[in-house]
């Protein structure tokens, strides 16, 4: 079976673009969570979000196509260039029939669709853009991303809610390893933050006004984020044939379902999707938990519950963290943008904060590290993202040891 | 503000919204302070649904987070929940 390498990064979130940005903004633990008011026509709603204000298409997208693009797409696009740049694939000479794409997203294009509806429906206009279904498809970012580059291997779109940017590094991983291609771009994008869509939210009461706490007392719920993280996944192969530098290794693929319940997450269904990443992993030790911690009562105290039952006395030992205290919940893009901030914290021998802490919460008793990023030594970390629909995927990376 | 006609209404929008929704009819000599509401087949997404309806049909807010640390479990804690409004300045 082939070993997965990362080669290549890229990020967008409420930081700006680029993945050094993003990863001096985790590593000094800067919230990017602020107030912002979304509007659509003459209606308004304040939220606190972890949105990438400020952002123009021009700025980022030279290409005459990028009108063409919703926000989750040019997302997707401008971390998918970086990522491919910074695997040094630029001037490289590769087989792009056997390079695919797969991208989560969790809504896809809901700028799209929110505009084409308050044209619709709200103004005298009765034709949309026909540029409406194009754009809103959720597979139009892995369509682009395609075109962009000229692959022809396998591309598609994952659509797991907030697991989404996870199973579709898992799904990359297993073309890789079953051989069908020798390299993927991979992770999730998503830009959602739109008046109906926080309407959406705020009608579940599960979003905080004040800011993500995640394992804190006191938390009030999950913040969201917008933004894409994007990984260029190779055979060890391939990437040692063209002498590419080798980030880290994919050594663990856990996914479950927990066929309960619609929203409330179930312990023994995030655990299975552990074990089984673990498993993959060789039952190796894990350093660092970079977990879905959403701020939520729910998600915290079952994912701790689920970390003691896979770990058992080891759980103690663990540093775990929830970066969407920083950079939000980024819903689709959260498995893309959380894979980054976990190949980070490898590549630094750091674990990158959870922000926002007020103080311990009885049912979340395990090591969160908090404040400040602490240095650790990190051989191994775990990714964890659990969707809506009790759908779990667990992504485990390691230091990449080229003697193993 | 009359909070029993309030309390009255929203026990009124959750056999309402059984009816249209679950196709589950209540009947409202059944209801008591203790009893559960998953009794009646209410869970938490059903009850938040009829609590944001009952909102929107009587102009108030009640301050109800599903990030609670209390279960709303029977009807006596979902009548709490109106207490609970504060009167408007």
């Not at chain 1, 630029?90 to 669709?113: H, K, P």
């Not at chain 1, 009765?126 to 000229?150: L, V």
Request: glycine fraction near 10%.
């Amino acid at each position: 079976m082939e070993r997965v390498v990362v080669t290549g990064l890229g990020t967008v979130s409420s930081y700006g673009c680029g993945t050094d940005r993003f990863a001096d903004a985790i590593m000094a633990g800067e919230v990017g969570i602020r107030p912002h008011v979304l509007a659509l026509g003459e209606h308004e709603t304040e939220v606190v979000a972890a949105r990438f204000a400020g952002y123009a298409t021009e700025d980022h997208l030279e290409h005459t196509h990028a009108s063409r693009w919703d926000r989750t797409v040019q997302f997707a696009v401008i971390a998918a260039h970086e990522a491919w740049h910074h695997a040094g694939l630029d001037d490289a000479v590769i087989d792009g029939e056997r390079t695919g794409v797969v991208i989560g997203t969790g809504i896809g294009s809901w700028d799209t669709l929110e505009t084409a509806f308050e044209g619709v429906l709200c103004t005298q206009r009765h034709t949309a853009s026909p540029m409406t279904i194009p754009k809103i498809m959720p597979n139009a970012a892995p369509s682009a991303i395609s075109m962009e580059f000229g692959l022809q291997g396998p591309a598609m779109a994952v659509s797991t809610a907030c697991a989404s940017g996870n199973h579709a590094i898992a799904t990359a991983v297993q073309w890789l390893r079953a051989g069908l291609v020798e390299r993927v771009i991979a992770g999730g994008a998503e830009a959602s933050l739109t008046f109906s869509g926080m309407r959406g939210w705020q009608a579940m009461r599960i979003t905080a006004k004040d800011t993500c706490r995640p394992f804190s007392v006191d938390r009030q719920g999950l913040v969201l984020g917008e933004g894409a993280g994007m990984l260029v996944l190779e055979t060890l192969t391939a990437a040692e044939q063209r002498h590419a530098t080798v980030l880290a290794e994919v050594t663990g693929v856990g996914l479950s379902a927990d066929a309960s319940d619609l929203v409330q997450p179930s312990a023994s269904g995030i655990a299975l999707a552990m074990q089984r990443a673990l498993a993959d992993h060789g039952g190796n030790p894990i350093d660092y938990v970079n977990a879905h911690g959403t701020g939520t009562l729910a998600n915290d105290r079952t994912e701790v519950a689920a970390l003691k039952a896979v770990f058992g006395p080891t759980a103690d030992a663990l540093a775990i963290s929830s970066t969407k205290s920083m950079h939000g919940h980024c819903l689709g893009a959260a498995g893309g943008v959380e894979a980054i901030a976990t190949v980070l914290a490898i590549q630094h021998q750091r674990v990158p904060p959870t922000m926002n802490y007020l103080g311990p919460d009885p049912d979340c008793d395990l090591g969160i590290v908090t404040e400040k990023a602490q240095a650790r030594p990190i051989a191994s970390a775990m990714s964890n993202a659990f969707a809506f629909g009790g759908l779990n995927a667990v992504i485990v990376f390691s230091a990449f040891d080229d003697a193993a | 503000m009359d909070r029993e006609a309030l309390k009255t209404k929203l026990i009124d929008t959750l056999i309402e919204r059984m009816r249209e929704v679950e196709k589950v009819e209540v009947l409202r000599s059944s209801i008591t302070p203790e009893t559960a509401l998953s009794d009646f087949g209410v869970d938490s997404l059903a009850f938040i649904e009829a609590l944001n309806e009952f909102e929107e049909q009587n102009g108030v807010e009640v301050p109800f987070s599903a990030n609670d640390r209390r279960s709303i479990r029977t009807v006596a804690d979902l009548m709490a929940l109106i207490d609970e409004i504060p009167e408007a300045p």
